[in-house]
């Protein structure tokens, strides 16, 4: 799923522009992306970043049923730079693998059981490493480093050792056509992360 929103998206370098992405692919994706200064707009009596059981969010998604659409609410005041690439891509994976509808037509999980949140938190933070950092271009780059893996994609040093983490179980199987596809839409700027890199190399050589 991570491959095929690349795909679609058009990336083809890092670190990704995730909010202009939702932004031209809003009808397709039938979502919008909302930050805390506009989120009382939606509605006065309730505050999407708060949720009594599982703490403040950084991010939280709806899903209106009467629209068949989302809105990514993101507050922006609780993140850095880095953590909202990731939260932003971690919202989506919940749209994209379809959370919302399948478990809960209205609000962002409230009826669910802990275990089962864990295992949509965890397929959700596996699309945004898929999709931030994905293992098959790092490789490529010839990337294997937790710093360069924050600075190549923008993401956060648990971010980055998540990837790390999972990264050679990521290659093991080989890739999927949609990957192949990516590579592909990668590949001029994998070459020229890979000539500089040479580049740096002789001149400390
Ligand atoms: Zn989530």
């Given at each position: 799923m991570a491959a095929k929103f690349l795909l679609e998206s058009g990336a083809s370098s890092y670190p990704l522009a995730l909010v202009d992405i939702i932004k031209n692919r809003m009808n397709e994706l039938r979502c919008?992306?909302?930050?805390?200064?506009?989120?009382?707009?939606?509605?006065?009596?309730?505050?999407?970043?708060?949720?009594?059981?599982?703490?403040?969010?950084?991010?939280?998604?709806?899903?209106?049923?009467?629209?068949?659409?989302?809105?990514?609410?993101?507050?922006?005041?609780?993140?850095?730079?880095?953590?909202?690439?990731?939260?932003?891509?971690?919202?989506?994976?919940?749209i994209v693998l379809g959370h919302l509808k399948d478990f809960d037509e209205t609000s962002h999980f409230k009826s669910i059981s802990d275990d089962d949140y864990r295992i949509l938190e965890k397929e959700a933070n596996f699309f945004a490493a898929q999709t931030l950092s994905a293992p098959y271009i790092l490789d490529d780059m010839g990337v294997s480093s937790e710093k360069d893996i924050q600075r190549i994609c923008g993401i956060s040093k648990e971010a980055s050792e998540y990837r790390i983490a999972q990264f050679k179980n990521a290659l093991i199987f080989g890739i999927y056509q949609d990957e192949a596809m990516v590579r592909k839409s990668f590949s001029a700027y994998i070459e020229k992360w890979n000539a500089r890199r040479i580049a740096f190399e002789e001149v400390i050589i």
């Open positions: 919008c992306y909302i930050t805390e200064d506009k989120a009382h707009l939606m509605d006065e009596d309730w505050d999407p970043f708060f949720c009594s059981s599982r703490g403040i969010r950084e991010a939280t998604t709806v899903y209106y049923p009467k629209n068949d659409a989302y809105i990514i609410y993101h507050n922006t005041l609780i993140a850095t730079n880095r953590r909202n690439l990731w939260s932003i891509a971690h919202e989506i994976g919940h």
